[in-house]
């Protein structure tokens, strides 16, 4: 009994394409780097302890090829209280950086800072490794001097007046450390005459801050004289502290002088430093009464040696031992001492003053001048960004990041005179601005960069080819306004067409599309932007090929698959900022069914390719697939399989079932 068996033959299609692009760079070596650095050793002066201090160092490629440094190290007995920075507030950890040889890009700024852990003198070394075959190590001396605490206390010394038994008189004294590092006391007494306490009474064991008095703070102590018989008493203020690992003594002499007067003149000696020829310099001196009883000043003339281009004015009475000045306590009287140089000399002399006062009855106040033809040289600064064709301006308004060109050139002397000096100054700042004058403040027309907002304050001041310097400054205000972030606006359409530019966009598998990025936009209107765009998603393995490339305004693609792809541009201004949000576009490629055509014959028959076969047992079905197409012209795959059969037919595909023309056997 024949029977014919009746097949329905299914296909399933599977489609997988991917694509790739990638780009390598290279660089191109020179023969020789050469490195150099603008100074070879690095001084920070007096840094108190707790406190630190910065100075940016810049190393530089002098040579041919490009300069790798491996490390930086510090050595030395200081090393420790050093540390390297190459980016502000990130301390450099041993990293390697290179240095290009092109000009413009040959250096890279190093911040050194100092922040002592101990008082006396700080020196490092720090050796930079690199592969400059003539100084692989490269050395430049670090140091800094420390004054460490210095202990003082006004007035000084502590004088009082003659006093009866059972009188007391107090004088307020100002304990402060002008030093550079904590100052702790250990001891502070009262020796001497038992008439000097303080106001408690105390004379050893005297009550002072426990915690150690940092550079510029002070505390008040009442000093007392309290005699109980009358006469001259003599004592000391005795502070002993640290310094280093030694306890010191720093001391004050207490004195009282008795009934007699107190006299206190101030200054104690006059410099009037350098006076234009034929012009008036004016010095006010005060004579004060600093005793309880009547102070007669007898005498106040110029020494026959001093220069005639000393005088005396507003002196309201010439004291002398006939008629003398009598001041009560606590009174004072004031005059002018003058300088008017008719050479260009130094003068010199000698104001001597005398006084029925004990404790300085001869007081001699040394006075000097110079007279000078040369008059103060005019400092002139104005700045511009760098790379504008700006006018020059000593008030400017520019972007963060902006680097600044600061001119001196202006400037004039009025005796004719060359300008042979230039100190720049960066006089405010905001806070944590640490970029110094470039190649250094004392250039003509140095460069700085800006990379803070808020307000600076540089000034210039000058010297002539005499040494004199200007009497004022000049100032350059600068306001740094904040970089906003530029805007990034991206669209596509199909390339070829002039549809409208969209965020959206259905196109076909392999269908060229541009994208375009030219509504993008600075708020600060900078100059040009820059570009980077990326495959921000899409269906996993499929990559994309920008054309020409991914950092142009308007780039093309051709994806390669179907699905839904998301594209991402981040702008750049000319500063370097990068947009605040990425643009996105959104891209459907669309993937058309493939055409199935299945057919089988009895194997071997030659016949054609049907969709039903009539077939005896054990025979072979030759199928075929290979008809079928796709209309994106995608290769094909095959999944061929029994979709009906009676009851326990298990008889494979031969080879197997994802071949295009595959074989069975029907039992």
């Given at each position: 009994?024949?029977?014919k068996?009746?097949?329905l033959?299914?296909?399933?299609l599977?489609?997988?394409?991917?694509?790739?692009?990638?780009?390598?760079g290279?660089?191109s070596?020179?023969?020789?780097?050469d490195?150099?650095?603008d100074?070879v050793s690095?001084?920070f002066?007096?840094?108190?302890?707790g406190?630190?201090?910065?100075?940016?160092?810049?190393?530089?490629?002098?040579g041919?090829?490009?300069?790798?440094i491996?490390?930086?190290t510090?050595?030395?007995?200081s090393?420790g209280d050093f540390?390297?920075?190459?980016?502000?507030d990130?301390v450099?950890?041993?990293?390697r950086?290179a240095i290009s040889?092109?000009?413009g890009?040959n250096?890279?700024?190093?911040?050194?800072?100092?922040?002592?852990?101990r008082?006396?003198d700080?020196?490092a070394?720090?050796?930079?490794?690199?592969?400059?075959?003539?100084?692989?190590?490269?050395?430049?001396k670090l140091?800094?001097l420390?004054v460490g605490?210095m202990?003082?206390?006004?007035?000084?010394?502590i004088?009082?007046?003659?006093?009866?038994?059972?009188e007391?008189?107090t004088?307020?004294?100002?304990?402060?450390?002008?030093?550079?590092?904590?100052l702790q006391?250990?001891?502070?007494s009262?020796?001497?005459?038992?008439?000097f306490?303080t106001?408690?009474g105390?004379r050893a064991?005297?009550v002072f801050?426990?915690?150690?008095?940092?550079?510029n703070e002070?505390?008040?102590?009442?000093?007392?004289?309290?005699?109980?018989?009358e006469?001259?008493?003599?004592?000391?203020?005795?502070?002993?502290y640290?310094?280093?690992?030694e306890?010191q003594l720093h001391?004050?002499?207490?004195?009282?002088?008795?009934?007699d007067?107190c006299i206190?003149?101030?200054?104690?000696?006059?410099?009037f430093?350098?006076v234009?020829?034929?012009?008036?310099?004016?010095?006010p001196?005060?004579?004060?009464?600093?005793?309880?009883?009547?102070?007669?000043?007898?005498?106040m003339?110029?020494?026959?040696?001093?220069?005639?281009?000393?005088?005396?004015?507003?002196?309201?009475q010439?004291p002398s031992?006939a008629?003398?000045v009598?001041?009560v306590?606590?009174?004072?009287?004031?005059?002018?001492?003058?300088?008017t140089?008719v050479a260009e000399e130094?003068?010199?002399?000698?104001?001597?003053?005398?006084?029925d006062s004990?404790n300085?009855?001869e007081?001699?106040?040394?006075?000097?001048?110079?007279?000078?033809?040369?008059?103060?040289?005019?400092?002139?600064?104005v700045g511009r960004?760098q790379?504008?064709?700006d006018p020059?301006s000593a008030?400017?308004?520019?972007?963060?990041g902006?680097?600044?060109?600061l001119s001196?050139?202006?400037s004039?002397?009025p005796?004719?005179?060359l300008?042979?000096g230039?100190r720049?100054?960066?006089?405010?700042?905001?806070s944590?601005f640490l970029?110094?004058?470039?190649?250094?403040y004392?250039v003509?027309?140095?460069?700085?960069?800006?990379d803070?907002?808020g307000?600076?304050?540089?000034?210039l001041?000058?010297?002539d080819?005499?040494g004199r310097?200007?009497?004022?400054?000049?100032?350059?205000n600068?306001r740094v306004?904040?970089n906003?972030c530029?805007?990034?606006?991206?669209?596509a359409?199909?390339?070829?067409?002039?549809?409208?530019y969209?965020?959206?966009?259905?196109v076909?598998p392999?269908?060229?599309?541009?994208?375009?990025?030219?509504?993008?936009?600075?708020p600060?209107?900078?100059?040009?932007?820059?570009?980077q765009w990326?495959?921000f998603s899409?269906p996993a393995?499929v990559?994309?090929n920008?054309l020409?490339n991914a950092?142009?305004?308007k780039?093309?693609?051709r994806?390669p698959?179907g699905?839904?792809f998301?594209?991402?541009?981040r702008v750049?201004?000319d500063?370097?900022?990068e947009?605040?949000?990425p643009?996105?576009?959104?891209?459907?490629?669309?993937?058309y069914?493939?055409?199935?055509v299945?057919?089988?014959?009895?194997?071997?028959?030659?016949?054609?390719?049907?969709?039903?076969?009539?077939?005896a047992p054990?025979?072979?079905?030759?199928?075929?697939?290979s008809?079928?197409?796709d209309?994106?012209g995608?290769?094909?795959?095959?999944?061929?399989?029994?979709?009906?059969?009676?009851?326990?037919?298990?008889?494979?595909?031969s080879?197997?079932a994802?071949?295009a023309n595959?074989?069975?056997?029907?039992?």
């Amino acid at each position: 009994m024949s029977k014919k068996l009746w097949f329905l033959l299914g296909l399933v299609l599977l489609l997988l394409a991917s694509a790739c692009d990638e780009t390598k760079g290279g660089i191109s070596e020179g023969l020789h780097p050469d490195i150099a650095s603008d100074r070879v050793s690095v001084s920070f002066g007096v840094v108190a302890i707790g406190s630190g201090a910065s100075q940016l160092l810049i190393l530089q490629n002098v040579g041919d090829a490009e300069l790798n440094i491996s490390k930086m190290t510090l050595s030395g007995p200081s090393a420790g209280d050093f540390s390297l920075a190459l980016e502000p507030d990130v301390v450099y950890a041993g990293e390697r950086f290179a240095i290009s040889d092109k000009v413009g890009e040959n250096t890279r700024e190093v911040l050194v800072t100092f922040s002592p852990t101990r008082v006396g003198d700080a020196e490092a070394v720090l050796t930079v490794y690199s592969n400059d075959p003539d100084e692989s190590e490269f050395k430049i001396k670090l140091i800094s001097l420390q004054v460490g605490p210095m202990p003082q206390v006004v007035p000084n010394p502590i004088v009082f007046p003659l006093l009866k038994g059972g009188e007391v008189e107090t004088i307020k004294t100002t304990i402060s450390n002008v030093g550079s590092a904590p100052l702790q006391f250990v001891d502070i007494s009262i020796n001497g005459s038992t008439d000097f306490a303080t106001s408690m009474g105390e004379r050893a064991g005297i009550v002072f801050p426990t915690t150690p008095l940092e550079p510029n703070e002070s505390f008040t102590l009442d000093i007392v004289y309290a005699p109980l018989l009358e006469g001259p008493d003599l004592g000391s203020l005795d502070m002993k502290y640290v310094f280093g690992e030694e306890t010191q003594l720093h001391s004050v002499e207490i004195r009282a002088t008795g009934a007699d007067p107190c006299i206190r003149v101030s200054p104690q000696a006059i410099d009037f430093g350098e006076v234009i020829i034929g012009q008036t310099a004016t010095t006010p001196v005060t004579i004060e009464n600093c005793g309880t009883q009547l102070l007669s000043i007898r005498g106040m003339a110029l020494s026959a040696e001093t220069a005639d281009t000393f005088g005396l004015a507003n002196l309201l009475q010439v004291p002398s031992e006939a008629a003398p000045v009598v001041l009560v306590k606590d009174s004072v009287v004031t005059f002018d001492v003058l300088f008017t140089p008719v050479a260009e000399e130094v003068s010199l002399g000698t104001l001597h003053i005398s006084s029925d006062s004990l404790n300085l009855p001869e007081i001699d106040m040394e006075l000097f001048g110079n007279g000078t033809l040369n008059g103060c040289p005019v400092p002139v600064a104005v700045g511009r960004i760098q790379g504008s064709t700006d006018p020059w301006s000593a008030e400017l308004v520019v972007a963060e990041g902006d680097i600044i060109d600061l001119s001196g050139t202006d400037s004039s002397d009025p005796d004719g005179n060359l300008i042979t000096g230039y100190r720049w100054e960066m006089l405010t700042a905001p806070s944590g601005f640490l970029n110094g004058f470039t190649p250094t403040y004392a250039v003509e027309n140095p460069q700085i960069m800006l990379d803070l907002p808020g307000n600076y304050e540089v000034a210039l001041n000058v010297y002539d080819e005499h040494g004199r310097e200007s009497c004022a400054p000049a100032m350059v205000n600068i306001r740094v306004k904040h970089n906003n972030c530029p805007i990034a606006d991206a669209a596509a359409r199909l390339a070829g067409t002039t549809d409208t530019y969209s965020t959206m966009l259905t196109v076909g598998p392999a269908d060229l599309i541009d994208f375009t990025a030219e509504a993008s936009s600075d708020p600060d209107g900078a100059g040009a932007l820059t570009y980077q765009w990326s495959l921000f998603s899409g269906p996993a393995g499929v990559s994309v090929n920008w054309l020409p490339n991914a950092t142009v305004e308007k780039p093309q693609v051709r994806i390669p698959a179907g699905g839904t792809f998301v594209f991402e541009l981040r702008v750049f201004d000319d500063r370097g900022a990068e947009s605040c949000l990425p643009a996105q576009v959104t891209i459907f490629v669309a993937n058309y069914c493939p055409t199935t055509v299945a057919g089988g014959r009895l194997d071997g028959s030659g016949g054609p390719f049907t969709d039903q076969v009539a077939v005896a047992p054990l025979q072979y079905v030759e199928l075929q697939g290979s008809l079928s197409t796709d209309p994106d012209g995608d290769a094909l795959e095959y999944r061929w399989s029994v979709v009906s059969a009676p009851s326990g037919f298990a008889q494979p595909f031969s080879p197997s079932a994802m071949s295009a023309n595959p074989k069975i056997q029907l039992t």
